[in-house]
């Protein structure tokens, strides 16, 4: 039997040898992070300046520097405006933002808005690199629901290590909706960010970029916005949790070390129509959850990471981390304020498609590729007309888990298998775990940004994957427009260094 990898090595995919049996995850069962020690750090709230011409610009410098992560350990990192991780950008619907953003990294790069819709030029994409010392200047007007949004790396090839060694931001956008709702909202006080990866460490305390599994990296670390061993000082009896997995290859099953009830009030793309009660929420690479959990005076609660459920047809669950269990952040309640309860109704979210709508494409994951392909930048897939509601049909056909992302939208989940979605997926997304065998029908709708030349991306989010060609590209094209797609000269097209070490081993990084 030709074993996958060797198969895919005949496809240039860069042979991850030896790995199989040696994920980076702790032995299944095992609880890191026991002893919570430091105080949970709260990204800050990016400075910006709002000009006569009303917008509102903020500054970003990509650059190298050194986190402790560890207590008492330094390690070599990359961040935006900082060391590690970046300020969580934040602006309301409807309003302009500008960026002026400087390269300062010892390799090209790029800063992607994941779930923002963004004209496609400005998407960040692995179309729009950053040259070493060059700067990159994107704007456009905010057009969608309250939601957080988060910004990262989306070099071809190279986005693994990029997010890995530190470069993940959030982006809050407020509308009319949240700023009335009577829902926890100040910023690191009851309206909580949660940046949630995993990493593994060298001896010396360095990042260990070695020996992805078929998944990626996999770490026995859980780092929560930069430290391992966060707790967080709770003030209110209710607190609101914005989880982002920032992990390349981990998924996460979060819950409460009490199986405490919590409601989940929202998804990537913003709040779901009404809060929905859960003791437990799977997260996938990409993917947000925003959940408010109630809290008694003094007392402690873990949230934790559980062994992952959805795991039909999944080959070497252990070794992709699917039974680990995780200590992810302690928090500790002191005399708490009170507050008001989560309101019955949240938003309104107009379908966009009937169950049971014949798909406009379908598409089939598995290995590393969609439909039998790897991404070509200079291959369009589709081309979409701007304005068009699409209804995708995406099938997990492997034994291998994968998730779906989509750049520019937020999509519905019409149906899985022909039944509704549970209520954790009725809201906007755009990233959705697909497990194996099961078909996602999604709606979503290319409103207004149209562009013959630069494409926008859909991709497997597990980063080993997207870097191994789990991607594809298509152009959103205005009545009449031809396609005249950029080209990218991409040299040998080789998919560089996962798993062998060299883009690692760079000259400047970790020096
Ligand atoms: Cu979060 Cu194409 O990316
Ligand atoms: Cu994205
Ligand atoms: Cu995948």
């Known amino acids: 039997m030709v074993s996958r990898r060797g198969f895919l090595a005949g496809l240039a995919v860069v042979p991850l040898a030896g790995c199989a049996a040696r994920s980076g995850a702790p032995t299944p069962g095992s609880a890191t992070n026991a002893s919570a020690t430091r105080p949970l750090p709260i990204p800050p709230l990016a400075a910006s300046s709002v000009g006569a011409d009303g917008v509102r610009r903020f500054t970003l410098d990509i650059q190298q520097g050194t986190s402790e992560i560890l207590p008492g350990k330094r390690t070599a990192t990359w961040g935006y405006n900082g060391a590690i991780l970046g300020p969580t950008l934040r602006a309301e619907r409807h309003e302009s933002v500008a960026f002026t953003i400087r390269n300062s990294l010892p390799e090209p790069t790029t800063v992607h808005w994941h779930g923002m819709h963004v004209p496609a030029r400005c998407d960040g994409g692995p179309h729009q690199t950053i ?35 530190g470069l993940s931001g959030l982006f809050f956008v407020d509308d ?31 990042l260990d970029e070695s020996d992805p599994t078929d998944v990626g ?37 979060l819950a409460f070390d009490d199986h405490r009830a919590f409601q989940l009030i929202g998804t990537d793309g913003g709040l779901l129509t009404a809060p929905t009660t859960l003791s437990n929420i799977q997260v996938s690479p990409g993917e947000r959850v925003e959940i408010v959990v109630e809290l008694r005076s003094d007392e402690r609660i873990m949230l934790r990471s559980l062994p992952i459920e959805q795991r039909r047809n999944i080959d070497r669950a252990a070794a992709f981390g699917f039974d680990d269990t995780f200590d992810i952040l302690q928090l500790r309640a002191g005399k708490l304020e009170q507050s008001a309860p989560v309101p019955d109704s949240l938003t309104t979210i107009p379908a966009l498609a009937a169950p049971g709508t014949k798909p406009d494409y379908t598409f089939e994951l ?21 304005d068009s509601t699409q209804v995708w049909s ?41 497990e194996p065998q099961f078909t996602y029908r999604l709606a979503m709708r290319f409103a207004q940004h149209s562009d013959p030349t630069y494409p926008y991306m859909f991709h497997c989010h597990l980063l080993l994957h997207e870097d191994h060609g789990m991607m594809g590209q298509f152009l959103v094209l205005a009545p009449g427009q031809q396609a005249a797609p950029m080209r990218m000269d991409m040299p040998g097209m080789d998919m560089p260094g996962m798993g062998s ?11």
């Open 217 to 253: 990296l996999l770490g026995d670390t859980i780092v929560v916005n930069g430290i391992a061993g966060a707790h967080l000082d709770v003030r209110t009896d209710r607190v609101r949790l914005r989880v982002l997995n920032g992990s390349s290859g981990r998924i996460y099953n």
């Open 131 to 165: 040259a070493v010392g060059g700067t990159w200047e994107p704007a456009w007007t905010i057009d969608q629901q309250a939601a957080m949004l988060w910004y990262h790396p989306h070099p071809h090839g190279a986005t693994e290590k990029h997010v890995y060694r």
């Open 501 to 511: 070490g060299t883009t690692g081993n760079k000259p400047g990084h970790h020096g």
């Open 176 to 206: 009319e909706t949240t700023d009335t709702l009577d829902l926890p909202k100040e910023y690191g006080v009851d309206d909580i960010p949660l940046v949630i990866q995993d990493r593994r460490f060298t001896a010396s305390g360095a």
């Open 394 to 434: 995406v099938r997990n056909n492997d034994n291998w888990p994968h998730n779906f992302h989509v750049h520019d939208v937020q999509f519905q989940v019409v149906d899985i298998d022909g039944q509704a979605p549970p209520p954790a997926l009725a809201g906007w997304k755009d990233t959705l775990y697909t």
């Open 366 to 386: 598995k290995w590393f590729m969609i439909n039998g392909r790897q991404m070509d930048m200079n291959r369009i897939d589709m081309t979409i007309p701007v």
